[in-house]
Each structure stands twice: as structure tokens, then as C-alpha cells.
């Protein structure tokens, strides 16, 4: 069984249906890229996996738990999102910034927290270096991080990351998918919302492309590289 | 020696009004929800202590504290939180909370009667040289400070702390990072409910109490809190100690009567001057 199951999930906000009948797998170890046009559903389908939208039809099993239905309703302990844009509280210090990610994972002992920062640290040095420093001081791809940084220390062991380059430079860009591969190859599942598919390329296994609210193909990124069919689609 | 006198006075008044308005911008601060009923939680907890201090003054502060703490957490969760769910406007919560102050009031009248209640005097005086200080002052001044400072230790130290000022930052991306809102809303109300409580005791020991207090309370905590910095709590706590020290120090010059009224005009002319408070929440803590 993957780690992640959506199956069949439609979702919507009012009476707009966002998405329809969505089913997308993820792996442990595996980077599912997620890409198409603006409007496509992308984001709609990251919130409703990270139990965001409650207007929500299907099954999403995490870690084999129904995560739409029973006692687990919500966002389950291991499941961590990077949302677009700015993720990061501009007030609170970058230490604080991280450490808000322990309190979403749920309680764990000292030692514990203490360990899960250390090896965020690792991953991402500026959380080091500039621990007390204020959010608001950072830039645009310092602030990623950070919000990276976060999802790691809730001892997640899949994060979903929603357009994580929009805004950042290439070259910051191209520092981001290397940790993003360093974390997959530790064996963390990462769900990874791109518009920009040569971008998500570089470091995918799996390419799922969504249009007007479905899923029109999910195939290997290297069968999806070699398809010039499917690169019409964008 | 009169201005200094006045001056003290004035910090310890201001002390009260800074305990009440550090609550309604606590509030504002991380649930977005002007709570004027602020000054229901006041009466609350004023007149649970007025109908049990006989019994015993402990059994009054606990019991106040207890039903300012149910009081602030139920509007929360049985008014506001129904409210926000449907989306409905920042003016709809103005106006629920309103309403609340007013049926708050009206039933506490219907209770207790309109009329004046009040408490014998606390302690008595301390003579510093020409100095004449009320205990009821010192102790308004010692409280303020260790609330005051209690609350920054709990918003800069603890976990839920840290959440507050999170949801002051950005509610949605509180809630999109899957951290528990709701928790974290019920915590500002119920801390916010309790700072209201000295203020609400230590002021029927000096001015009495009626139901009409609620009102006035929860329009100084407001204009207060505005004047300050929207949702800064130093702000908060400055505009408080200003207006309680415009308000009797003034009186060298004018009536007592005028005291109010000077003081209200000086925190209006900072909003002229500087609309954003005196220390707007960006560069607050």
C-alpha cells in the first residue's frame, strides 16, 4: 500500500466544484509532481489531502488511516503542507517559525524536538545561523525554507509543497530541489505543486497533470520525459 | 507635591484601565473579534464578587475569575464561533458582541438592581512624607505589573503563547499549517476574560459599581486599545496609563468632572496625529 491513497476525491468551494474524481499515490522515497495550467485544481487537491476544505468527497488514507471520515478527521500526525506564498509569520523569530511545526505534529518529548531540529538544521543551515532572527527580516527564499524547515520538525514523513519557486530566483530555486532530492533519498514522500514542469522534472519520479479539475495523466517522469505527446499539453 | 500625588494616582487608575484593554486587544489581536462585551466579563466578574466577599474574599476571587474565565470562553464558542463560521462580517460580531453587553447588563439589573453597590475600604492610606497613597493603589500598580508581565512571559516563553502571537501574524496560515485555531482563540479569551478581573474588583473598591459600568469599562478598553495600536498590546498598555494619568492630572487645571473628557481628547488628538497609535502593532511586541 503507498503511503498516500486519494481516491476519487472531488472537492468544492460552495457550489463550484474545484476538483473531480482525483486519484494520485505517493511513495515513500518517491517525488510525485503535481503540475498543470492555473485553475487546474492543483492547490484545491493539496488542501483538501491536508484536511484544509472540509466540502470534501472520497477517501484520502495516509499511513493507512481514512483521513476524510471517523476519529482522524483532519490533518494526521506525519502529514505536513508548505503552503504557497509567504509561509512564514514575519513577527515571530525563526526559531519560533520552526518550532510551530512540533506543536502541529503533535506532542513529543524534549529529546525528541530537540533531535528534529538538529537534523532540519542539517537539511537547511540558515535555520541555524539565523535562529533568533525575526521572519519578517528574511527573504522570499529564506522564508521558504523556513516554511520547509517547519514541515520537517513535525516529523513528517510526507510533505506536501505547493508551488515552492513561485517569486525565487533560479538559482535559489535549483538550492530547493536539492534539498527536496536530499530529503527524498532519506526516504521522505514529497508532493511537490509546480507550474513550472521542466522545473519539477529535475527531481520527479512521478508526474501527475491535472487540467480543469481532473487528473489527465499520471505516468514515470522518465516515460513522461521521453512522451513528446504530453508535452503539448503545456 | 499635589502634581505628583495626582501623577500616582493617575498610574494606578491607569493600571485598572490598562489590565482591561491589554484583554479586548488580546483578543482582537488573534481572533480579529472586537469585543466590546469585554465589559459584560467586567460586570461578571465584579458582581460575583460583591455577592460572595462576605462569605469570603477568597472564595469571591476565586469565583470571580471562574465565571470571567466560563463567561469569555462560552461567547466564544456559543456566539462568535457561529458567526465566523458562516463568514459573516467583522460588523456582525461587533454588533453579537453589543447585544451581549447590553442583555448582560439588563439581566445583571433585573439580579442585583440598578442601583450603586459597594465594597468598605480597603486597607486604608500609606503616608509617604506629604504623599497620601491607597493601598487599593499600590496593590492595582503591583497586580498590573505582575499580570502585565506574566502575559509577555506566557506569549514569548510557551508553546500556546507563541500560537497567540502566530494568529495575531496570520490566521489562515495558522490554519493551513494544521495547528489547532480553535485551542488557541479559547486561550485568548479565557486569559483575556481573567486580566479583567482585578480592574473589575479593585475599581468597585474605589468607584462602586452599577450595570452601567460594563459600557463605560468596555468603551475606555476599546478607545484605549485603538489609541495604543490596534492589536498592540504595549500600546494597549501605554494609551491606559496616558488616559488614567491625563485624567487626574489634568485636574490642576479643570473640574474633576472634566478629567474624562480631557483625557478621551488627548488619546482623539494621537489618532489625528498618528492614526496608526502610539505604538502601532508592527514595531509592537
Known amino acids: 500500500m503507498s503511503l498516500l491513497e486519494v481516491k476519487d476525491l472531488t472537492a468544492a468551494y460552495g457550489r463550484h466544484t474545484a476538483i473531480r474524481d482525483v486519484s494520485v499515490k505517493a511513495e515513500a522515497g518517491e517525488v510525485t509532481a503535481i503540475v498543470g495550467h492555473n485553475g487546474a485544481g492543483k492547490t484545491t487537491l493539496l488542501n483538501s489531502v491536508a484536511g484544509v476544505l472540509r466540502n470534501v468527497r472520497g477517501s484520502v488514507v495516509f499511513n493507512g488511516t481514512e483521513t476524510l471520515r471517523g476519529s482522524h478527521r483532519g490533518r494526521p500526525p506525519g502529514l505536513a503542507m508548505v503552503p504557497q506564498g509567504i509561509g512564514v509569520f514575519p513577527s515571530l523569530t525563526i526559531g519560533e517559525n520552526v518550532k510551530l511545526g512540533i506543536t502541529a505534529g503533535g506532542k513529543v518529548p524534549k529529546e525528541v524536538a530537540d533531535e528534529r531540529i538538529a537534523v532540519a538544521q542539517r537539511y537547511l543551515p540558515l535555520l541555524g545561523e539565523r535562529w533568533d532572527e525575526r521572519g519578517g527580516r528574511l527573504s522570499g527564499g529564506q522564508r521558504q525554507m523556513v516554511s520547509i524547515g517547519r514541515a520537517l520538525v513535525s516529523g513528517a514523513s510526507c510533505i506536501l509543497l505547493d508551488e515552492p519557486s513561485v517569486g525565487l530566483s533560479p538559482k535559489l530555486v535549483e538550492a530547493m530541489m536539492e534539498v527536496f532530492g536530499t530529503l527524498r533519498d532519506d526516504g521522505l514522500a514529497i508532493v511537490l505543486v509546480e507550474q513550472n514542469v521542466k522545473q519539477a522534472l529535475t527531481i520527479a519520479d512521478r508526474v501527475v497533470v491535472m487540467k480543469a479539475g481532473r487528473v489527465i495523466v499520471d505516468s514515470s517522469a522518465s516515460e513522461f520525459s521521453s512522451r513528446e505527446s504530453l508535452w503539448e499539453l503545456f | ?285
Do not use: C
Request: no cysteine; glycine share 10%.
Open chain 2, 1 to 285: 507635591m499635589l502634581a505628583l500625588q495626582l501623577l500616582i494616582n493617575g498610574i494606578a487608575v491607569g493600571a485598572l484601565y490598562a489590565l482591561a484593554a491589554v484583554g479586548v486587544a488580546l483578543i482582537f489581536w488573534s481572533t480579529r473579534v472586537f469585543h466590546i462585551a469585554h465589559g459584560a466579563t467586567y460586570l461578571i466578574a465584579a458582581y460575583t464578587y460583591v455577592a460572595l466577599y462576605e462569605t469570603s474574599m477568597l472564595l469571591a476571587l476565586v469565583a470571580s475569575v471562574l465565571a470571567a474565565a466560563l463567561f469569555g470562553w462560552g461567547l466564544n464558542k456559543f456566539v462568535y464561533r457561529p458567526i465566523q463560521r458562516s463568514r459573516e462580517s467583522f460588523f456582525t460580531l461587533f454588533v453579537a458582541s453589543f447585544g451581549t453587553l447590553i442583555v448582560v447588563a439588563n439581566v445583571i439589573s433585573l439580579w442585583a438592581g440598578s442601583g450603586p453597590k459597594s465594597l468598605p475600604t480597603l486597607l486604608g492610606r500609606v503616608h509617604i512624607g506629604f504623599l497620601q497613597i491607597t493601598w487599593v493603589a499600590i496593590i492595582a500598580i503591583v497586580v498590573a505589573v505582575v499580570f502585565l508581565l506574566g502575559l509577555q512571559f506566557f506569549l514569548e516563553k510557551t508553546e500556546t503563547g507563541v500560537g497567540l502571537r502566530a494568529m495575531a501574524d496570520n490566521v489562515e496560515l495558522v490554519e493551513l499549517l494544521g495547528l489547532n485555531r480553535r485551542r488557541f482563540a479559547a486561550v485568548a479569551f479565557i486569559l483575556g476574560s481573567v486580566l479583567v478581573v482585578p480592574a473589575a474588583i479593585l475599581t468597585t473598591y474605589v468607584q462602586g459599581l452599577t450595570p452601567q459600568l460594563g459600557l463605560k469599562i468596555a468603551t475606555i478598553a476599546l478607545i484605549v486599545s485603538i489609541a495604543g495600536g490596534v492589536g498592540s498590546l504595549a500600546g494597549a498598555v501605554v494609551g491606559a496609563i496616558l488616559l488614567g494619568v491625563v485624567e487626574n492630572v489634568s485636574t490642576l487645571w479643570v473640574n474633576a468632572s472634566w478629567g474624562e473628557a480631557v483625557g478621551f481628547t488627548v488619546l482623539l488628538a494621537i489618532l489625528v496625529f498618528r492614526p496608526s497609535g502610539i505604538i502601532p502593532r508592527a514595531s509592537a511586541t
